[in-house]
């Protein structure tokens, strides 16, 4: 069964941190470029990061960068997201997804949701003092 798995949300402080992970099973992760959204109460989800597969720039929300960094592991089949200094605007809950094959994350291009699938489940950032 094709699965993905957040994990390492949770509530913190203002100027806190936190790393996300993103398990997967059934499936295998090298060949695909990973993203990360998150979706507030209200909002829509956006994306906030980005890693290819293999060569590249990640990409980074405007919000986000110099704050957060996204990271993969082939062997342990997962894909993180460190967040430090954060901020109560943060505060939503957050997936990861899988893009098409072929896709290619570009620091310069914004992630849209249609171009991913094979959602997690979420979870939970709260960053409240």
């Known amino acids: 069964q094709v699965q993905l798995v957040e994990s390492g949300g949770g509530l913190v402080q203002p100027g806190g941190s936190l790393r996300l992970s993103c398990a997967a099973s059934?499936?295998?992760?090298?060949?695909?470029?990973i993203g990360w959204f998150r979706q507030a109460p209200g909002k829509e989800r956006e994306g906030v990061s980005c890693i290819s597969d293999s060569d590249g720039s990640p990409y980074y929300a405007d919000s986000v960068k110099g704050r957060f960094t996204i990271s993969r592991d082939n062997a342990k089949n997962t894909v993180y997201l460190q967040m430090n200094s954060l901020k109560p605007e943060d505060t939503a809950v957050y997936y990861c997804s899988t893009a098409s094959l072929g896709y290619y994350c570009s620091a310069d291009d914004e992630i849209e949701v249609a171009d991913f699938g094979s959602w997690g489940q979420g979870t939970q950032v709260t960053v409240s003092s």
């Open positions: 059934g499936f295998t992760l090298d060949y695909y470029a």
